[in-house]
Nanobody, 115 residues
């Protein structure tokens, strides 16, 4: 599975961005898809995750501000009310097994939120 992420950029605090990720190589319709982020010096964090049955998980920092959605081979993350602490490189990812590790990763897209 190859993942191509897009949509990052620079935005002011309080603004919005939409990240998109397209999967190719094989169908991901039966897999969980998610968005993770990492800022230098910090651990990688699962921001949001969506199952093949559209069950959603959000981190505490994302709950109420971010919305994850998917089709069979794409996953998107709508980010509203962005804060400077949301600044990070965002990665889309796919995992084949529920509760397992993420197996496939996109290249990352940088999100910078200015105060």
């Amino acid at each position: 599975v190859q993942l191509q992420a897009s949509g990052g950029g620079l935005v002011q605090a309080g603004g919005s961005l939409r990240l998109s990720c397209a999967a190719s190589g094989r169908s991901t319709s039966d897999y969980d898809m998610g968005w993770l982020r990492q800022d230098p010096g910090k651990e990688r964090e699962v921001v949001a995750r969506i199952s093949s049955g559209n069950s959603r998980y959000y981190s505490a920092s994302a709950e109420g501000r971010f919305t994850i959605s998917r089709t069979s081979n794409t996953v998107s993350l709508q980010m509203n009310s962005l804060k400077p602490e949301d600044t990070a490189v965002y990665y889309c990812a796919v995992r084949r097994k529920r509760a397992g590790p993420f197996d496939y990763w996109g290249q990352g897209t940088k999100v910078t939120v200015s105060s």
